[in-house]
């Protein structure tokens, strides 16, 4: 007999439009939760909220236009600047045209699958710590694996692109870089409306705190790395070098700022995110995760994680993508037309915001079979190459498309290996963590599980594994 797939965390859109007022309120608390059911059946849909325009495209070959052939046509645009530029300034992530182009180039080297590689050691060791504290815990412990997830990819982040850079306040910055996100949903709401970027949001002195406390930190660092430019290969010394191709400039103390803490807001929580959400589809799904187990122990031997066993972890990687389609943790690209444009049959006039809703592309009707259910078959190799590439885009596509993508899928891979080895995770019962957007793709509420393992099939009772 068939055994009941279980229910998993969703959203479940609105079945109307909301009147604008009631909009807003979702858009702050959960903007995923405003989207209209329309977005999970069309490829296209418009609406406008007290004036603003938003187009949303779900059509591959659409995304395709937005996202690769006609990217000039559309920039980043005013949310995405109003959202993170305070913090991140004109850096990579934020900036558009030629000053994007350069600082692509410039930090492209180290982001390459060679190097990236080369990082395999530092993920491991940084697994390992959260692995030797995990058990240090009492038996049954319960945790906050968001939380966790967070710590570890954050050491991680850390390790790999400013290794051994003076002392970093981690606790400190992890608390600035959190602060400083937590009114974004008021941020691209007051955008929404078109309110003046200088009306004040609850959280805003809170996150200009931490705003301050990152920039301090950082740029202490870059002023010890300046009195000591050793010969390094690190993310620092690169962007320290990099000179723009065309005008022979190189970046100032600020470009270098922003760009580092870019690469450690961008780099770490994502990653995060995309482990939290592993690790809870796993524990629902105990014969999914008995094979991913006896997947690490064949690569392993049974032994301590190395480099060289992360290739072996084919269906392990599956599962991520298909944890990844569930819950995208950069659920929603953002775009906004440059001058007006045709978009299939719909003329989009310039400034119109252009939604990619990654989180509904891969929940589409039209695009996947049974979309709400969690199956890593889809992500073997013939099913995934027979797919539309512009049906699933957890980094994105296009010139745009993110540069850490193999940095994260090595990582992640690292991480579940370490700990899957040693540990069974299992969700809280009663918690549903509604999958919540801010900036990213969270669990509302964390992610509360326990440490241990199921000692039978019938018992269900736990014990804290050591191995
Ligand atoms: C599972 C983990 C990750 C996910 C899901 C993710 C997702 C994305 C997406 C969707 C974009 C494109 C945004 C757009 O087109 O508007 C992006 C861009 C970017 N990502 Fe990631 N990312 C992850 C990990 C990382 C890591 C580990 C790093 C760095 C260490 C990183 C650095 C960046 C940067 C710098 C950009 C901007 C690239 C550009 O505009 O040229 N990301 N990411």
Redesign the pocket.
């Known amino acids: 007999m068939h055994k009941k797939a279980p229910r998993l965390a969703a959203i479940h859109p609105p079945k109307m439009p909301l009147s604008s007022f009631r909009l807003l309120q979702m858009v702050v608390d959960n903007p995923i939760k405003a989207w209209p059911q329309a977005i999970y059946r069309q490829h296209l849909y418009r609406s406008s909220v007290l004036g603003h325009d938003t187009i949303y495209v779900m059509a591959p070959d659409l995304i395709r236009t937005v996202?690769l052939d006609e990217a000039d046509n559309f920039k980043?645009g005013e949310i995405?600047r109003r959202a993170l530029g305070p913090a991140l300034g004109d850096a990579?992530?934020t900036?558009d045209g030629s000053r994007?182009r350069w600082?692509?180039r410039s930090?492209a080297a180290i982001?390459r699958q060679e190097r990236v590689r080369g990082f395999l050691p530092a993920m491991i060791a940084a697994a390992e710590r959260t692995r030797n504290r995990w058990h240090s815990l009492p038996s049954g412990t319960e945790i906050d694996v968001a939380q966790e997830m967070m710590r570890t990819?954050f050491d991680i982040?850390l390790n790999?692109?400013v290794p051994g850079r003076g002392n970093i306040e981690t606790e400190l910055m992890k608390h600035s870089v959190t602060h400083y996100l937590e009114p974004t949903s008021w941020i691209v709401a007051l955008a929404m409306i078109g309110a003046p970027s200088w009306v004040p949001y609850p959280g805003i002195y809170r996150a200009r705190r931490g705003r301050k406390q990152l920039h301090c930190m950082l740029e202490s660092l870059i002023g010890q790395a300046k009195q000591s430019p050793a010969d390094r290969n690190d993310l620092l010394s690169l962007l320290l070098n990099a000179t723009d191709p065309e005008t022979g400039q190189s970046m100032t103390a600020m470009d270098v700022r922003d760009n580092l803490l870019?690469?450690i807001t961008?780099?770490?929580e994502?990653?995060a995110?995309?482990l939290t959400w592993t690790l809870y589809l796993l524990s629902l799904h105990p014969e999914v995760e008995r094979r991913v187990k006896r997947e690490i122990a064949a690569a392993t031997g049974g032994g301590p994680v190395r480099p060289t066993h992360i290739d072996a972890l084919g269906y392990t990687h599956q599962v991520i993508q298909e944890a990844?389609r569930l819950y995208?943790?950069?659920a929603l690209?953002?775009?906004e037309a440059r001058r007006d444009v045709t978009l299939g049959t719909e003329h989009v006039r310039a400034g119109t915001s252009v939604y990619v809703p990654?989180y509904a592309v891969h929940r589409h009707e039209t695009l996947w079979r049974e979309p709400d259910r969690f199956d890593p078959s889809r992500f073997e190799p013939a099913a995934a190459q027979a797919r539309d590439r512009y049906s699933y885009?957890?980094?994105?596509?296009?010139?745009?498309?993110?540069?850490?993508?193999n940095?994260?899928?090595l990582?992640?891979a690292a991480v579940l290996a370490t700990l899957l080895s040693s540990f069974q995770l299992r969700i809280r019962p009663s918690h549903n963590p509604e999958p919540r957007l801010r900036v990213t793709l969270r669990p509302a509420g964390g992610m509360p599980m326990r440490i241990g393992i199921e000692s039978g099939p019938s018992s269900g009772q736990e014990i804290l594994v050591k191995t």
């Open positions: 996202l980043k995405v990579i992530l900036a994007w600082q692509r930090v982001f990819t982040i790999t692109v870019t690469f961008a780099g770490h994502t990653t995110l995309a990844m995208p943790p950069a690209i953002l775009r990654v885009l957890p980094f994105g596509a296009g010139p745009r498309i993110c540069i850490g993508q940095f994260a899928l990582e992640a």
